[in-house]
């Protein structure tokens, strides 16, 4: 597609349950990159890959989220035994290069509301 | 302390003034840096990369000061339009690889 598709848009779990989110990036892009964004903060990092490997998980809260990009396009962010401080907008974005490149544009997709009751 | 610093703000100001953030950044060995602009309940978009030698795009100035560590954002003549949190993104290197760090935005609002 033209940009980054992120999907479900919206999702309401209930807490205990797991929650898989979906990632596109736009086609040919090599590097993907997973963030969370509370309400008035800027994204805080959960991981990134390039291609199909993951290169930092350092953001990643605890072992309870995982993510992978198997075939080095699609990426899935999983959240598992989910609980209310989970929930955030989950935001995935994907550039062309490999990390570290100057002028490396990243670009957004809308992202993932979750909501943990 | 964080690794990328932003003043949150609010910052109201009047439509035509000219307004300039800051934004400092704790690694020294950061490598690339951006101001991302993000509208209310959308996604963040490139505004511009920041250049060592300083970059304008019409009415946006970008400087880097890599001694002290910080960059900024000049708006001159806002524009309503302008009124938005504009994002401090630095790419760090860090465990060996690099990532982009955004800063806690900082909102602007301009007024008729």
């Known amino acids: 597609g033209a940009g980054v598709s992120q999907s479900p848009r919206y999702k309401v779990t209930k807490r205990g349950q797991d929650v898989a989110l979906r990632c596109d990036p736009i086609?040919?892009?090599?590097?993907l990159y997973w963030y969370r964004q509370a309400l008035g903060q800027g994204p805080e990092f959960l991981t990134y890959?390039?291609?199909?490997?993951?290169?930092?998980k350092s953001g990643l809260p605890n072992d309870r989220f995982s993510a992978e990009r198997p075939e080095g396009s699609i990426s899935t962010l999983t959240i598992q035994r989910t609980e209310q401080r989970d929930s955030a907008m989950y935001r995935c974005?994907?550039?062309?290069?490999?990390?570290?490149?100057?002028?490396?544009?990243?670009?957004f997709g809308e992202g993932s509301w979750l909501t943990v009751v | 302390r964080k690794e990328v610093e932003q003043d949150p703000g609010p910052f109201n100001v009047p439509e035509g003034a000219t307004v300039a953030f800051n934004c400092t950044y704790s690694?020294?060995?950061?490598?690339?840096f951006f101001w991302y602009r993000q509208d209310c309940r959308k996604e963040p978009k490139l505004l511009m990369s920041?250049?060592?030698s300083g970059n304008e795009d019409g009415r946006f100035t970008a400087q880097l000061n890599r001694a002290s560590q910080y960059i900024s954002l000049l708006i001159r003549d806002s524009k309503l339009s302008d009124s938005a949190t504009y994002l401090c993104?630095?790419?760090?290197?860090?465990?060996?690889?690099?990532?982009?760090?955004f800063g806690t935005g900082t909102r602007l609002k301009v007024l008729a």
């Open positions: 920041v250049y060592s």
């Open positions: 993104v630095v790419n760090s290197p860090t465990s060996g690889t690099y990532k982009y760090i």
């Open positions: 086609s040919g892009h090599v590097s």
């Open positions: 890959f390039n291609y199909e490997a993951q290169q930092d």
């Open positions: 974005a994907s550039s062309l290069g490999r990390e570290g490149g100057s002028g490396n544009t990243i670009y």
């Open positions: 690694n020294s060995a950061s490598q690339s």
